[in-house]
């Protein structure tokens, strides 16, 4: 009986072995795509500079916005941790 449960649980492990090499192989034949982009030409160098700037701006408010939030969760936390503290602390 000993025999045919280690039987048995090697086959399963032997399995799951099988079954997470197969996923890890199907994880490693995804491709990236990346998408390609011409360089400017003359022509169109100070509209495409505007529009660059007009971008990095936007993705400064974004990321401005986004810090600011994250540090105002951190201290609704921060303020949440140290009042529970507080009042677990009883004199």
Avoid: W
């Amino acid at each position: 009986m000993l025999l045919g449960s280690l039987t048995t649980y090697e086959l399963k492990m032997k399995r799951k072995k099988k079954k997470k090499d197969d996923e890890e192989g199907a994880r490693k034949k995804k491709a990236l795509a990346l998408k390609a982009s011409s360089p400017p030409t003359t022509e169109s160098e100070g509209d495409s500079s505007k529009d660059d700037e007009e971008k990095l701006k936007d993705e400064i408010v974004l990321v401005s916005r986004r810090f600011n939030s994250l540090m105002k969760k951190k201290k609704q936390l921060f303020h949440r941790q140290t009042k529970e503290t507080f009042q677990g602390q009883r004199y």
